[in-house]
């Protein structure tokens, strides 16, 4: 039988904590990679790595260590980084 792996891009302290402990306590090895790896995504992850998504060659990579080191992933999900978003101040001129 395959191995179940999930891949997790962008695997931060909310979203990311809660769904890849989700995924390991659903028999998943779990990759999780961020720019910034969080403890507590850390220690429910069996390969954690590190990666600015905003270079498109980062990607290729991550795909290829994942399946070198783990397999092929059976679930990817991409968490984009959230922003609060800044709100333009407009003067109003007369």
């Known amino acids: 039988m395959a191995r179940k792996v999930l891949l997790f891009l962008g695997a931060g302290a909310n979203v990311g904590t809660s769904s890849v402990q989700f995924f390991k306590n659903n028999g998943y090895r779990v990759v999780s990679v961020a720019r910034t790896i969080r403890p507590e995504v850390k220690a429910h992850s069996d ?13 290729k990579n991550i795909f290829t260590q994942v399946d070198e080191k ?21 003067n109003r001129v007369d």
């Open 47 to 59: 390969l954690v790595l590190t990666a600015d998504f905003s270079n498109p060659c980062s990607i």
């Open 70 to 90: 783990v397999g092929v992933p059976n679930v990817v999900i991409y968490s984009r980084e959230s922003r609060p978003r800044q709100h333009l101040a407009f």
